[in-house]
């Protein structure tokens, strides 16, 4: 998670200064005059940029139709006391694209300061997401530009106006997060012929929060507008309060990847917010990535556990599981285990002397997976102890975990490479190395109540789950049978 600052309410300012500076650009002979506000030691105009708590994400602000970049100074402060860097490009015209494009290459020019020794932002900026926002007319180009785009990490405009070409039929083409911040009286850009349909063609995740009695000339700082829409019932101060309420909740969720802001952002209290009309559509998201931990080296025993570090996903409604795959090559085309799906970051099964690599998958679906770093290790078990240790090739069938249990609890067993010489070698049906097991789960009275394995298995380490919650409290008995030998261990369903 990237943070350098303890958590705030997202309506009321951060824990940074801002600073702000203009700089002008020139992107193929269109003059940009640009406003930079950026996180400082103390506030004011060319302030000393704050070395401490980056990296620092970046903004990209388009304003409205006839409007003044200087219009939203009070957002671009609130946003830079979280530790972004906003830029804002007084437009030179009204072409929709090329303001795209024009917030695109503003966002670009201050990624590109982070390499320039003599640019205050050197070294302090996170070029791997970026933001962008708007108003109205702004709102839309800064649409527009998030498909074109597929390094836009979110599109947060205010009360986006549709666009010419239309922002609408592109919202499918954006491949970041969509959240279309709206004002219920509206009486510019409606929601229902403007932020509704852009909605409804965007791609999850979305998120369309409507501000309750809000209107289109109140997301901006001046009133000398306010005539073009007299309507609504909340004051300006109310609503830019929700305003920066929800435009920092979206950006610290996923520029930050700070989770503390998912519940402002989608969870309850965006749900259970009285002041919002609030509708949005989740997926899965790609777990954040992570490391593993051990093993690494050589290692004298045969019975290995493999640890990890925990991750997670940014949508907090997923769950996230693993799996962990062994193999004797670093490009894992030798798998020599792979476990089933699994919830904790550790996982113990038995090696032979071998060279290992190994690494972990973790998912939140079957489309929404991340791999951890790959490790290698060494199982080197000394011809002593491999004597007095032989009892760990045989056949073995651990007892399960957890256990007690309720409901759902993990049994693995072990088959040796030596059980081979139980197979029946008369039809050719058998002529293979696989053998048949069975796994059975039987009540204290003896009587079976589930198969949880009846098939043809090869050599090696499995694990299955059982699930009881069918089955009423007690002690259970479980069997694992191959050929004509057995062996049973009990367990204890604990509800």
Known sequence: MITSFLFAQPENPGPLQAGWTSESLNRNGRNLNTIIYYPSFEEGIEAQIDTLNHPYQII????????????????????ASYGYIIIAPQFPDNNHLQLGYDL???????KSQNQNPGSRFYNLIDITKTGLSGHSMGGGASLLAAANDISITVATPLAASETNPSAISVMNQIHGVVYLISAQNDGITPVNTNQLPMFTNALPIKSLPVIKGGNHTKFMDTRIWDWTDPNGYLTPAQQLTTTRKYLTSIFNLFLKEDTTYFKYAFGNE?????????????????PIEFTL??????LAETSITFIWNNTYSLNLYDEVNYKLLIASDDMFNNIIFQSGSISDTTFSTELQDGNYFWKVKAFTSDSTFTYSNTLNFIVDIPTGIKDSKSQLYEFRLEQN????????TKIRFVIPNEMRNLKDFSSQASRNDNLLVTLKVYNILGNEVALLVNEEQQPGNYEVEFNGSELSSGV???K?????KSLSRKMILMK
């Open 476 to 478: 259970y008995l479980y």
């Open 480 to 484: 694992i049978q191959i050929g004509d």
């Open 293 to 298: 931990i051990s093993p690494t080296d050589t």
């Open 104 to 110: 695109i290459f503003c966002a670009d020019y201050i």
């Open 60 to 79: 990209a602000f388009g304003h409205g139709f006839f409007m003044q970049n200087s219009y939203y100074i009070s957002i671009f402060k609130h946003l």
């Open 270 to 286: 965006a749900q259970t917010d009285t002041s919002i009309l609030f509708q949005y559509e989740l997926k899965p998201l790609v």
């Open 401 to 408: 975990y957890p256990n007690p249990f309720n409901p759902v």
